[in-house]
Each structure stands twice: as C-alpha cells, then as structure tokens.
C-alpha cells in the first residue's frame, strides 16, 4: 500500500467553475476525513466519513461543498462556484477504528492545492 | 468545544542543542494528543501521540513529548536538533469522549541552524 492518495495536485480555475478533488485512502482504512489548510494555518476539519457514512461536517463545509464515499473506499469533494476565498490546500487523511495501535492516527496525503483566479 | 494553541509561531535552534516546540490544549475531557510535522509540498508526518499511560513519549525520529495535565501542555522535545528536523510542526488534540475529528495548533516553524 502506498498511503494516502489525493489527485489532482494542483488545479487552478478561474471563479465560478466546479472543481473535484479525489482521495484514496489507505485500503484497510475505514474512516476519511477531509481538512482545509490555508497559508500560516493549521488544517481545518471539514468532514468525517465511517465507511461510506458521513459522521460529521464542519460549519466551514458550505452548500457548495459536497463530499461523498460512495462505496467506503475512495472519497470526492466537489466545490461548486468556486470563489478566491476558497483557494488552500484540501488535505484527506485516512485512519482504521477500533482497538488497533493505529487506531486514532490520522495518515494525510499530500495534499490538492486549489488556486482560484 | 476542543482548541490547541502553540505560541510559538518561530523556534530557532543550533544544530546539536536541545529543542522544544510547545503547544497547551482544553478539551472538556480526557485529551487524545498528537504531533505531525509537514515538510514543504508535502502531507502531514505524524510523529507520536499519547493516548494514556506514561506521560512521556516518545516518537518517530528521536522526538518525545511530555503530557502535563495540570498545566494542559503536551511539549515537543528532541535533546539533539538537527538541521534535517526544519519543518512546521503541528500540534493536535481530540476530546475522548466526543468528536471525532482532530483539531490543529497554527504551527510552529522550527528553524535548525547549522
């Protein structure tokens, strides 16, 4: 297994166009969660998915987002009209549940750095 | 409602000193702590956590930190910086009892000076 996979890395669009992102997580892994990270910022939690259940959204999450895992594995985030304000790095990280010594520890992909003209 | 604060938003150290980056949290109960380090165009690393038990622990590349609930700290220390060890450092608490979600410090930019 080779971790977390996120696609694309960069992707820059001009305001109002749709854009997704994709995250693959780590095969055994049950839970995914998407983070926000901003310049001098801290990633920001934006959801939580258990299986293909989503758990938790954020206050940050607005109508345009939409995050989805439609069979447990692999996860999107769309963001629709995109505006400026939305430009970061959209972090997914994935962990396994349970009594596990993994359990609890979040591993993070690289990353998908959104730019928006 | 969870929060991480490291006042710290630059630590220089020469190469060889000890280092310590900080970070103190609140939670309403039992806290789950957490250090990642991010290196540039690069995901978060995650370097060690303490769950329970023994309140110093130590971590991935001769990192250890040490968890003081009555001061809500959980240090970062490392007796021997090097230069390789350059990065931003976060740190992250959970809520046992609760969310499930991880909530981030703004970092700390460790500098290691050779």
């Known amino acids: 297994d080779t971790g977390v996979s996120q696609n694309p890395r960069h992707k820059i669009t001009k305001r109002g166009q749709n854009v997704t992102f994709r995250c693959d997580p780590i095969?055994?892994?049950?839970?995914l969660y998407w983070y926000r990270q901003t310049l001098g910022q801290g990633p920001e939690f934006l959801t939580y998915?258990?299986?293909?259940?989503?758990?938790?959204k954020s206050r940050l999450l607005s109508d345009r987002f939409s995050a989805e895992r439609p069979k447990g594995s692999f996860s999107t985030l769309e963001i629709q009209r995109t505006e400026q304000g939305d430009s970061a790095m959209y972090l997914c990280?994935?962990?396994?549940?349970?009594?596990?010594?993994?359990?609890?520890?979040?591993?993070f992909g690289a990353g998908s750095r959104l730019t928006v003209l | 409602a969870q929060s991480v604060a490291q006042p710290e938003d630059q630590v220089n150290v020469a190469e060889g000193n000890p280092l310590t980056v900080k970070c103190t949290y609140s939670?309403?109960?039992?806290?789950?702590l957490f250090w990642y380090v991010q290196y540039p165009n690069r995901g978060l690393q995650f370097l060690l956590k303490?769950?329970?038990?023994?309140?110093l622990v130590k971590g991935s590349y001769g990192f250890e930190a040490e968890f003081n609930k009555s001061q809500t700290s959980f240090h970062l220390k490392k007796p021997s910086a090097l230069v390789s060890d350059s990065a931003l450092y976060f740190c992250?608490?959970?809520?046992?009892?609760?969310?499930?979600?991880?909530?981030f410090g703004s970092g700390t930019q460790l500098t290691v000076l050779p």
């Open positions: 990280a994935s962990s396994s549940s349970g009594g596990s010594s993994g359990a609890n520890v979040l591993t």
């Open positions: 303490y769950i329970t038990g023994d309140n």
């Open positions: 939670v309403s109960g039992n806290p789950y």
């Open positions: 095969s055994e892994h049950n839970r």
């Open positions: 992250a608490v959970r809520d046992m009892g609760s969310a499930r979600q991880l909530t």
């Open positions: 998915f258990q299986n293909e259940a989503q758990l938790e």
